[in-house]
């Protein structure tokens, strides 16, 4: 899957990913009337507005764009009927033949990190039939529990040809916390870091790794450091836009070919029209202004770059 | 909730909990059979049969035990419809009187822990409308990205009165890989569990803190010195029984007065039908064979302790 990771960027010569992350305060007015009308002021109201809107979102601008990235926590928030709305859209973006991220950030100790991956981006036998749950393409997993809690997702990475970001360094503020600890002198992600290049060796792909690194884009020094601890692996850099991340911070987690790190955005994307720059397009043209944005993303990048 | 924790476990004298992680492997084929001749060998019927097996446990042991924590993991492997046996699971152990611990580790940026806050312990509004999506007791949480992203978490337990234990030391093998790092002589599991006892001192019950902490019951050296430095959070013990864990191990890991953790046992209960011990129960009797087991483990911990 990285692969193709790879080749969607080549092809729409744009290292994005766009974060599907609704809140219903992004959504229109409009949507949520007609949902809420079907349905209801209810869960499976909500869940079928933030369908609707995504849909949206998706038909506008998936023609310019490798990758997305659900955030199953936006989705999860409304219980089983949000989560119902989260595996329709990665099965609609798959069909759009976008990379499909879920960014879930699970991790536990073995058997249950094995049933997550089998979850998430493996199968699960049940009697003689054999089924993709949640099938997303690639997956984002926290590293606290050390490797064994990390195999189990690199086995199924490597069965069923899909790829995982392990956090690395995380965009938020507080992040430094424990991350940034000191340890001989050097902090803790970069310990991560290596850990990452170590495990990702054994599941590469053409070019680089099924196994990639979560570094944000609000820490663009460390970015130029993990580039280098870790030349195979992929960079999803979150922080971009609303964040605070610019594209001219974002070089040095790039390698020298263009490659190697693709940037998210979500806020910045999915609820453009309710900015300054594009308000002109009302909450009618939500999609189309969706499509500036991620238009004017892939410029400031190019530039950057 | 922490206030009825102890409450339930002052009633049960057994400061126990039982992990209802079901897998199929352990689920008597009677139950299976009915299952899937009602659904199919399907995610719906892997759903019910979890459902009817978790039932059956629930029903044999509730008088006994304070508290249940459910994998979440081991239902989301099912897709939609094991999320909907995790939630029914929820609900009923809840109908019984019982505390649930959502062992979901979840954990991110600040407005993605509150979503995951919201959908876990908290409330969602929609239009007029207000839902408690998946209304567990407690969660686990993981704390690699920071107070941000446990402030969330902590703003929900204090208005709802729910309850989270944070990752101090889980109890897998290469938990040390980066948990033990040692940061100015003291491992990077300390720092954690002194903000641990920071962020729940904001958080107080009558006795103890809405916060606990996960500590593994293999590394029972470490649980007396984590009791210290957080002499008001309840510690989360997972690992006793089959990952190796005993109850003479465990005495530091409570306070004077018999309080302060509570130890999980999944496989050693639910599957218990399937060890030596146990065989004369037979599948038709797992759930006695389960009430067994918490009566002898609950043995265990009084001669311990």
Known sequence: MINKLVENIKKTEAPIVVGLDPMLSYIPSFIKE??????????????EAIWQYNKGIVDAV????PAVKPQVAMYEQFGIPGLMAFKKTVDYCKEKGLVVIGDIKRGDIGSTSA?????????????????????EDFITVNPYLGSDGINPFLDVCRSENKGMFILVKTS?????EFQDRLIDGRPLYEYVAEKVAEWGSTAMG???SYVGAVVGATY?????????????????????????????????FFNEDGLGAIVNSSRGIIAAYKQDEYTSYGEAGYADASRAAVIAMKEDLKQAL
Chains 1, 2 share one sequence.
């Open 220 to 252: 663009p020094e460390m970015g130029k450091l993990l580039r280098k601890l870790m030349p195979n692996n992929y960079i999803l850099v979150p922080g971009y836009g609303a964040q605070g991340g610019k594209g001219k911070d974002l070089c040095g």
């Open 206 to 208: 053409d070019s680089y």
């Open 34 to 47: 007609k949902a809420y009308a079907e349905l209801g002021e209810t869960l499976e109201g909500a869940a």
């Open 172 to 176: 938020n503020p507080s992040s430094g």
């Open 62 to 65: 998936y023609d310019l764009i």
């Open 115 to 135: 049933a997550y991956a089998t979850g998430h981006i493996g199968k699960v036998t049940i009697g003689n039939n054999t089924y993709a749950p949640f099938d």
